[in-house]
C-alpha cells in the first residue's frame, strides 16, 4: 500500500517569538506533523534551538496516537553529532529523529575542537539506538549525497536498524526560502520504485508551484516552511500541497 500525503510546514519560517502558538495553530490548520528544524552551526552554518525549545512546544501539539500520525514532531537534525543529542530529544518530547547520513559516517566529531564527545556512530548503530529511546528514525542525505548510500540500511534485515523515513533534501540544509533543486527527483523516483512503501519526505522550495513535481517523483512527505508561513490562508496551502500528493 502507498504511503498516505504527510503535510509538515517548517517552523524554521513560523514567528519565533510565538511559537507555541504557531504550532498548535499550523496543526488547527491541517498539517499532519510540524517539522523542527535543529541547526548547530556547524553542521550548517546557521543555528537554531535544540531540546527546551522542543519540550515547551510540545504541550502544545497532542502527541500522535499512532506512529507517524497527526501531531508527530519531526525532528530535522541538522547537526555534527546526531548520536550525542538522541536521549535529551527523546526526552523533550520528540517523535521522529532524523539524523543526517554525511554527520554519522564522518569522523567530524573527533578531530573537532568544540566537541565534547569522543563517540561516533554508524548509520545502523544509530538508527538501533534511537528506536531504543522510543523514537522513530529517519535519515536524510544533502543533495550533494547519492541516493544509494542508503540501501544499506534500507535493506538491513534486523528490522531496529531500518528507519522509518527518508529526508531527501531539494536545498543545501541551512536556511528557509531557497529554490527547489528539481535535480533532486530522480532520487526519489528511484527510492519509490524500490521502495514502494516508504515514507519519503522532501524539504526545501516546496510550495504549490512545485509540489507537483516531488508528488509525481513519488514523495509523499512534503515539508514546506515560507509557502506555508509566509501565506495569508496557511490552511489553504496545506490543503492545496495534499491534494497535490494524493493525485500524484
Ligand atoms: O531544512 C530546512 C532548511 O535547511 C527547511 O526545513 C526548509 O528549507 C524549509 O523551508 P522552505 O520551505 O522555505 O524552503
Same mark, same amino acid.
Given at each position: 500500500?502507498?504511503?498516505p500525503?504527510?503535510?509538515?510546514?517548517?517552523?524554521?519560517?513560523?514567528?519565533?517569538?510565538?511559537?507555541?502558538?504557531?504550532?498548535?495553530?499550523?496543526?488547527?490548520?491541517?498539517?499532519?506533523?510540524?517539522? +523542527?528544524?535543529?541547526?548547530?552551526?556547524?553542521?550548517?552554518?546557521?543555528?537554531?534551538?535544540g531540546?527546551?525549545?522542543?519540550?515547551?512546544?510540545?504541550?502544545?501539539v497532542?502527541?500522535?496516537?499512532?506512529?507517524l500520525?497527526?501531531?508527530?514532531?519531526d525532528?530535522? =537534525?541538522? +547537526?555534527?553529532?546526531?548520536?550525542?543529542?538522541?536521549? !535529551?530529544?527523546?526526552?523533550?518530547?520528540?517523535?521522529?529523529?532524523?539524523?543526517?547520513?554525511?554527520a554519522?559516517i564522518?569522523s567530524?566529531?573527533?578531530?573537532?575542537?568544540?566537541?565534547?564527545s569522543s563517540e561516533?556512530?554508524?548509520?545502523?548503530?544509530l538508527?538501533?539506538?534511537?528506536?531504543?529511546k522510543? =523514537?522513530?528514525?529517519?535519515?536524510?542525505?544533502?543533495?550533494?549525497?547519492?541516493?544509494?548510500?542508503?540501501?544499506?540500511v534500507?535493506?538491513?534485515?534486523?528490522?531496529? !536498524?531500518v528507519?522509518?523515513?527518508?529526508?531527501?533534501?531539494?536545498?543545501?540544509?541551512?536556511?528557509?526560502?531557497?529554490?527547489?533543486?528539481?535535480?533532486?527527483?530522480?532520487?526519489?523516483?528511484?527510492?519509490?520504485?524500490?521502495?514502494p512503501?516508504?515514507?519519503?519526505?522532501?524539504?526545501?522550495?516546496l510550495?504549490?508551484?512545485?509540489?507537483?513535481?516531488?508528488?509525481?517523483?513519488g514523495?509523499?512527505?512534503?515539508?514546506?516552511?515560507?509557502?506555508?508561513?509566509?501565506?495569508?490562508?496557511?490552511?489553504?496551502?496545506?490543503?492545496?500541497?495534499?491534494r497535490?500528493? !494524493?493525485v500524484?
Amino acid at each position: 500500500m502507498p504511503p498516505p500525503a504527510v503535510i509538515a510546514p517548517s517552523i524554521l519560517s513560523a514567528d519565533f517569538g510565538a511559537l507555541g502558538a504557531a504550532c498548535s495553530e499550523t496543526i488547527e490548520n491541517g498539517a499532519d506533523w510540524l517539522h +523542527i528544524d535543529i541547526m548547530d552551526g556547524h553542521f550548517v552554518p546557521n543555528m537554531t534551538f535544540g531540546a527546551p525549545v522542543v519540550s515547551k512546544l510540545r504541550p502544545h501539539v497532542q502527541r500522535p496516537k499512532t506512529a507517524l500520525g497527526k501531531g508527530t514532531f519531526d525532528c530535522h =537534525m541538522m +547537526i555534527a553529532e546526531p548520536k550525542k543529542w538522541v536521549t !535529551e530529544f527523546a526526552n523533550a518530547g520528540c517523535d521522529l529523529y532524523t539524523f543526517h547520513h554525511e554527520a554519522a559516517i564522518s569522523s567530524t566529531a573527533a578531530s573537532d575542537p568544540v566537541s565534547t564527545s569522543s563517540e561516533q556512530t554508524n548509520p545502523k548503530e544509530l538508527i538501533r539506538f534511537i528506536h531504543a529511546k522510543g =523514537m522513530l528514525a529517519g535519515i536524510a542525505i544533502k543533495p550533494d549525497t547519492e541516493v544509494e548510500v542508503l540501501y544499506e540500511v534500507l535493506d538491513s534485515a534486523v528490522k531496529e !536498524e531500518v528507519p522509518d523515513m527518508v529526508l531527501i533534501m531539494t536545498v543545501h540544509p541551512g536556511f528557509g526560502g531557497q529554490s527547489f533543486l528539481e535535480g533532486m527527483m530522480p532520487k526519489v523516483k528511484t527510492l519509490r520504485d524500490r521502495y514502494p512503501e516508504l515514507y519519503i519526505e522532501v524539504d526545501g522550495g516546496l510550495g504549490e508551484k512545485t509540489i507537483g513535481r516531488a508528488a509525481k517523483a513519488g514523495a509523499n512527505v512534503i515539508v514546506a516552511g515560507s509557502a506555508v508561513f509566509g501565506a495569508p490562508e496557511p490552511g489553504r496551502v496545506i490543503g492545496a500541497l495534499r491534494r497535490a500528493v !494524493e493525485v500524484g
